[in-house]
């Protein structure tokens, strides 16, 4: 006898697999990413004998990728628009200098310093997004230009030599962490029972979002992604979310540079997602011509994509001062390369009009634990940077790789 039931059950099987087999393809490069993440960090966890992880390593991972992933933010946009800035890294490191002279030698208040200095990082963002914008030169010579003045300048503000100690108050920026409302311990080991609770409201808050834009997309019969991958992803995120916010309580708790950036970068997904800007970014990168055609006012857009960066660059600037407690005439030195480094890791395409800012996040991440693991393995700087190399390289193959497939 024939058994109609499941004659009738494998079409819908094949349809099912089928939609997989879709989804997974149309967004290899976000799980390639995520998972390339996860493999690097659970290698080192083994080859360090476990010191990765320790909730002291994981503090110092983000005290010493903050600024990178800060300064990815907006080369994330830079990027997607068609362009590249190499200015960073000087700017960054002369915005720190200009802090060291107005709060250590002119002993000005540290937060209406800090202001200022963001602002004035904005309006070098804006002088370099002017000749790109309204006198067409290309952004890779105006910010060469860039890199040289402002290492220069940088020099010149600190006289050649080193400027600190800064205030306690500034130094909070970096190495300060979100006080504890609560006096509460495991065992003999206190616990920032204040950091676990932000954690859980916030995981709580992303996979509330997740599901009420899933109910949304299922009302508009827009929901691709199936239900079995929606459910996983959003049990690792919390079980990720979770497992880290346990690791830093277990320390000192949430440091302020982590409260600073996860709303930058929160604003940044907000902004590409859900703005009529972030969409008209992406035109930008896509095809100019069409933008213009569409009524976009690209000038105006390149201007502010390079005065947002230089903002974001002026306050990588403090933070990496902050937390040195100096600062130095060699500050910011090769931080572009991590920077540009960190986009394109994470699916920015280098012909503009693509890249996802949860993407650059996680390449500044995966740069900064390699960083971090061959440190503590005691790979030598000459190996560690052919590393990084071949890492970068690989991820622009893989890139075009998969568009060729795709196309």
Not at 57 to 62: R, S, Y
Not at 292 to 297: E, F, Y
Not at 301 to 324: D, E, K, V, Y
Request: hydrophobic share 55%.
């Amino acid at each position: 006898m024939v058994d109609v039931a499941a004659q009738e059950k494998k079409p819908a099987q094949i349809a099912k697999s089928n939609d997989w087999l879709k989804f997974i393809q149309a967004n290899i490069r976000d799980y390639v990413l995520l998972i390339a993440l996860l493999a690097i960090m659970i290698f080192f966890q083994f080859t360090t004998n476990g010191t990765l992880f320790m909730p002291v390593n994981m503090t110092n991972i983000i005290l010493q990728n903050s600024y990178i992933v800060i300064m990815a933010l907006g080369m994330l946009l830079i990027i997607v628009a068609g362009h590249i800035d190499l200015s960073v890294g000087s700017v960054s490191g002369f915005i720190g200098a200009m802090s060291a002279v107005l709060i250590v030698q002119m002993k000005l208040d540290p937060l209406l310093s800090a202001v200022a200095c963001i602002g004035l990082g904005g309006l070098i963002g804006a002088s370099q997004g002017y000749f790109v914008a309204y006198h067409k030169i290309p952004a890779f010579i105006v910010t060469l230009a860039g890199m040289l003045i402002y290492k220069g300048l940088a020099l010149a503000v600190l006289g050649g030599a080193s400027v600190g100690p800064f205030p306690k108050e500034f130094q909070l920026l970096s190495s300060g962490y979100v006080p504890d409302l609560f006096a509460f311990s495991i065992g003999d080991k206190p616990f920032n029972l204040l950091a676990m609770l932000i954690g859980i409201a916030v995981t709580g808050l992303l996979i509330w979002g997740n599901l009420k834009e899933r109910a949304n997309q299922k009302k508009h019969d827009l929901a691709e992604e199936p239900e079995a991958i929606f459910w996983g992803r959003n049990l690792l995120i919390a079980a990720g979310f979770l497992g880290f916010t346990y690791l830093m309580a277990s320390y000192k708790g949430l440091p302020n540079v982590l409260i600073v950036m996860f709303a930058l970068i929160a604003l940044f997904m907000f902004m590409t997602t859900s703005t009529t800007f972030g969409r008209r970014v992406y035109a930008l990168g896509g095809n100019l011509k069409a933008a213009k055609l569409s009524g976009i006012n690209t000038e105006r857009m390149n201007f502010w994509i390079f005065t947002i960066m230089g903002m974001l660059s002026g306050l990588a600037g403090l933070i990496f001062a902050a937390r040195l407690n100096v600062a130095t005439p060699k500050a910011g030195l090769g931080f572009e390369l991590d920077v540009i480094a960190a986009c394109f890791i994470g699916g920015a395409a280098t012909t503009g009009g693509v890249g996802k800012v949860i993407g650059a996040v996680i390449g500044a991440f995966i740069m900064g634990v390699m960083n971090n693991g061959m440190s503590i393995m005691g790979i030598g700087i000459d190996w560690q940077q052919v590393i990084k190399g071949a890492v970068l390289l690989l991820a622009v193959f893989m890139d075009n790789y998969y568009k060729q497939k795709q196309g």
